[in-house]
């Protein structure tokens, strides 16, 4: 299976060590509610401290983006990496809501700015052709991590919170020693054409295509975070137990975690756009079936659908952004499309949310299905004036 990805230089197999290593230790988020309520804190109070938490993911991205470019990708990484496992001890010995709302903004904003580092990181170590099979080998890295940490999430906080943020800390600084040890920092590109180096994110709203790519990714990215906000509310109101949910989850995993070498490699050498647009249907219509559900095998088959979209997508956006981006300006390139992500997850939890309670559930599925089919048309739209922007027509 790990044939798929043989070839790739070792930059990218030392992030992807570092990120299974991270998403190993992506425990306290997933848990926070729990911790919350255990000290007292709820209702109104846990929305600020979780909102803090998503806003995090609003700017973190924006300002890895930038500092990537500017100050280089291996200081940005550990500037993320280390005040993260700070945030970590400073949200567990806060001693009130607003202090716990100052950390978890902190802890959010500082890990969110690590992923455009990275990413632009592995687009300056991967030629274009090799570019799809980095970001999804990366992407494995995060669900092989985030699988582990499922479960070990449950057992450790059974015998104490504290041991979430102790292994969440820890893999962070864990990650940051490989960062330091075993990256070098590439040589700084200089401005095609000899245009002057700029340092805001001007070259991206500059760029119409990107601007045109970036709010259909979102409805995309949107529509695929409804699997982490909304299935949870379906079942809970189909009467179904938490453990219930843990086993969709388990499902998503092993699909992705056993099928992204394979599927990775069957769909290396098709057109990524196509293929990117057709993985986006099944995430839509897996979404949408979620409406048809009405227990466990009902919802099963809908996960399946929606994973082996997941699989199928891995990796594309991110290498047609890195392919559309100007080498002097990966990572803000990259900075912006992580942004959309932290959006679209922010979106899911607040618009989704609330459609699903003010308008129904049906509402909620019928958008998604909308959204996403409507989405997949504009990425075939798009797909010629990608090749002409990207080298050797890769992305065509």
């Known amino acids: 299976m790990l044939s798929t990805f043989r070839g790739l230089p070792p930059t990218v197999w030392t992030l992807f060590a570092g990120t299974v290593v991270n998403r190993l230790g992506h425990l306290v988020t997933p848990f926070l509610v729990f911790l919350l309520a255990d000290r007292g804190i709820t209702g109104t109070e846990t929305s600020y401290v979780l909102g803090a938490l998503g806003a995090g993911n609003l700017l973190g991205p924006a300002l890895g983006g930038v500092l990537a470019d500017r100050i280089g990708r291996r200081p940005t990484m550990l500037i993320g990496l280390l005040g993260a496992a700070a945030a970590q001890g400073g949200l567990f010995l ?44 990366f992407g494995w890295g995060v669900n092989i991590g985030t699988a582990v940490a499922g479960v070990l999430g449950g057992f450790l906080a059974a015998h104490g919170y504290w041991l979430l943020f102790a292994v969440d800390a820890a893999t962070l600084l864990v990650y940051a020693t490989v960062v330091a040890a075993r990256l070098r920092e590439p040589r700084r590109e200089a401005p095609a054409g000899g245009a002057v180096r700029t340092l805001g994110y001007g070259v991206v709203l500059r760029d119409r295509l990107m601007l045109a790519l970036l709010p259909v990714f979102g409805v995309q990215l ?68 979620t409406g048809l559900a009405d227990g466990v095998a009902g919802y099963a088959a809908s996960v399946v659908v929606w994973s082996l979209g997941e699989v ?85």
């Open 94 to 137: 806060a001693p009130g809501v607003l202090t716990m709302g100052a950390a978890a903004l902190l802890l959010s904003a500082a890990s969110a700015t690590v992923g455009p580092a990275a990413y632009a990181l592995m687009a300056d170590a991967v030629d274009g052709e090799r570019r799809q099979r980095a970001y999804a080998l």
């Open 222 to 289: 949107f529509v695929y975070s409804l699997t982490e906000v909304a299935l949870p509310l379906a079942m809970r109101d189909s009467g179904l137990s938490p453990a219930a949910y843990g086993a969709m989850a388990a499902v998503n995993a092993v699909l992705v975690v056993g099928l992204q070498p394979l599927v990775t490699a069957r769909l290396a050498k098709l057109p990524q756009l196509p293929v990117h647009a057709a993985g986006s249907v099944l995430i839509a219509a897996g979404v949408a079936a």
């Open 312 to 396: 199928v997508v891995a990796g594309i956006s991110a290498s047609v952004v890195a392919g559309l981006a100007p080498a002097d300006a990966r990572g803000r390139y990259q900075g912006a499309f992580s942004w959309t992500w932290g959006v679209a997850r922010f979106a899911a939890l607040t618009l989704g949310v609330t459609l699903y309670a003010g308008a129904g559930p049906a509402a909620l599925w019928w958008t998604a299905l909308a959204g996403g089919l409507l989405c997949s048309a504009a990425v075939l739209v798009l797909r010629h004036r990608v090749a002409a922007r990207t080298e050797h027509g890769l992305a065509a």
